[in-house]
């Protein structure tokens, strides 16, 4: 019963997916939405079309929380992506890519070429460590492949934990 009360205490859920490609000759993003399942979730869905293959990917994330504006937070890294997926040896990343492995298909080694996608993601407190503070949050992400930036993803969620 007190499991079930802090379940419904807890809101960690998507409010906003914004997509784009820097290059349209190497991405396009055919699919990039929210969709409300309920209150308290909501599914993100997002299909990218990557023109060629890709073997160098890296990724420059940021974590950014609201405070009149969307302030630099905890976090802020660079990452080789084909890297982490072979060893996964970044804790910070590897818990991120506990959210959301199991919906998405860039589960496999580099090359990446073709539909890559992302179904029916949703957040889930269970899968954090520790619980973050309440708040607005966004994440921040540019996709660099062959030393471009040709993409940006920014999401963004809230966490309310009202205990």
């Not at 979730?41 to 890296?58: C, E």
Request: glycine share 4%; net charge positive; with cysteine.
């Amino acid at each position: 019963m007190l499991a079930e009360a802090h379940e419904n205490a807890v809101v960690f859920k998507l409010t906003n997916a914004v997509c784009e490609s820097l290059n349209k000759t190497w991405l396009d993003f055919d699919l990039c939405r929210l969709r409300a399942v309920n209150r308290h979730k909501v599914n993100l869905n997002l299909i990218a079309i990557l023109h060629y293959p890709v073997n160098d990917v890296f990724i420059k994330g940021q974590l950014m929380k609201k405070a009149n504006g969307y302030k630099p937070w905890l976090y802020s890294v660079f990452f080789d992506g084909c890297q982490f997926i072979r060893r996964r040896n970044n804790p910070l990343i590897r818990l991120v890519w506990e959210l959301f492995k199991e919906y998405s298909t860039l589960n496999h080694t580099c090359p990446y070429v073709g539909q890559q996608m992302v179904k029916d993601f949703y957040l889930r407190h269970e899968k954090l460590p520790t619980p973050l503070p309440t708040g607005e949050y966004l994440v921040l992400l540019t996709w660099i492949f062959n030393k471009k930036p040709q993409a940006t993803t920014n999401f963004y969620f809230t966490f309310v934990e009202d205990l």
